[in-house]
């Protein structure tokens, strides 16, 4: 599968528009119905993603507008932060930023 990252309506990057005590947001992983049910996912499962490079939780939120072998996860969290998939090594030539999008990555549930 392949991981694309985003933004999240209340959060920009690493800074909280509500404070955690008061939000309802967290952390999200998008997924095909199709993919999670081959996985073993339901709506709302923590669900582990895992790349060559690390590894983070989320909630999964089935979402048929993904396409199915892409997961979809969103900036801006600390414990579930998209650069612990990322590798130091494959950085963008123009910007000097890590890769963030479009990384192999392996999804399973956290708990059966």
């Given amino acids: 599968m392949r991981i694309v990252s985003g933004r999240q309506l209340s959060r ?8 955690p005590s008061k939000t309802r947001d967290r952390p999200a992983i998008h997924i ?4 999670a049910e081959d996985a073993g996912i339901r709506d709302g ?9 690390g590894q983070l939780i989320g909630s999964a939120i089935l979402d048929s507008a993904i396409s199915r072998g892409t997961v979809g996860t969103h900036h801006g969290w600390a414990q579930s932060n998209a650069a612990s998939l990322c590798s130091s090594e ?4 123009l910007t000097g930023q890590p890769a963030m999008t479009a990384l192999d990555v392996q999804i399973m549930p956290t708990t059966p």
């Fill in 90 to 93: 494959q950085v963008d030539v």
């Fill in 12 to 19: 920009v990057n690493s800074t909280d528009y509500v404070p």
């Fill in 45 to 53: 499962q923590d669900v582990l993603v895992r790349s060559a490079h």
């Fill in 32 to 35: 095909n119905p199709f993919d």
